[in-house]
């Protein structure tokens, strides 16, 4: 009895994977992992073992075309995230198993930004940082930050699961290097979808711009002046560089100075003509400003009248600087 009732059982469980695999039939999708742009359409061919075949679908759908076991439709405006459009058939007495395609939508950026990079101070730490907007799928995305052609940081997101587009910020901290002035940087994003899909590159540049202004500008100036004659003053700025982008401010007595400047050897220095006009105590003052780096240096300077003795005495500076001291 119990051996009867084994093979009938048996007997019953062959007959009905038999029958499954012939009743049930099939239904597919084709194709079953295609890869979108956001808002784009898109082409699917539903085919099963009976002719009475549809597709359930979110997005707008038209017939595309018609076979005797298949039937294809074409999906516009794809701009569900997490909708995946299913096949499937009607046999009659039977149902087989549905089909469903994962539509993966992407979005190309819609703005890549390298922050703008500050004037910066050797020797200082400062904040590279790339905005992404605007992106799907982000799992798909390397950002690269670059100083000229090395990589400063390669970034993934395997990690990131969700497939609304959305916004990436990447950070890298960086020692500002003399050497590295006038290097551009570069943030470089790629949304790979091969081989279903494109490689999509967007960049963002920008170029280094780095200080370094370790030594004290120094004033050249005689301590005293005559009222009314001609005295070069100069400011000579050492351990600038690059000393080419000094820039120079000389003010006496609160007037600005005409300016000469000129680098030699490393060291730039800037040259102007006071003609002091009035008796006294008197600021000299140069500021030097390299990127973000200013310094200034002052000096006072006492002017002394040369009165009505300057007219006879004009051809010979030594007197006249001799009567000047008398009259200390
Ligand atoms: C749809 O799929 C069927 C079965 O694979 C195929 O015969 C037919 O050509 C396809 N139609 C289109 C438009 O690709
Ligand atoms: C299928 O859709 C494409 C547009 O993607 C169109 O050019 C073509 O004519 C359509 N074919 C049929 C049979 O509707
Ligand atoms: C990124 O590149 C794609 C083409 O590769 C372009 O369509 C898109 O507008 C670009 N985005 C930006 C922010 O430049
Ligand atoms: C995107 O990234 C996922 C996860 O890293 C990967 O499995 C997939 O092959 C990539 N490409 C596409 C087109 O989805
Ligand atoms: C001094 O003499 C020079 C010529 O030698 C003349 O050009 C100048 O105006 C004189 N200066 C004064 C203050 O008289």
Redesign the pocket.
Known sequence: MQQVRIFFLLALGSWASEKGATKEGFVRISPENPVVEFGG?L?LNCSASCETIGLETAFTK????TGSNWR?F?LTDIRDWVSDPLCYANCGDHQPKPASATITIYKPPESVELNPVPEMEAGKLYDLMCRVSGVAPIRNLTVTLLKGAEQLLVKTFEDHTAPEAGPVVVKHRIIAQQNDHNKPVTCQTSLDLRPRGPLLKNTSHSILRIFDFAGTPQLHVGLFLEAGIEMTVTCDASEVSPAEEAVFDLRFAGMPLTLNTRVTGGVASAQAVVIPSSVGEHELLCRVSLGPVTKNVKKMVNVFGTSHICNWVNQSHSILIQITFNNL
Do not use: H
Not at 62 to 65: A, Q
């Open positions: 359409s082409v038209v017939p595309n075309g294809a074409l």
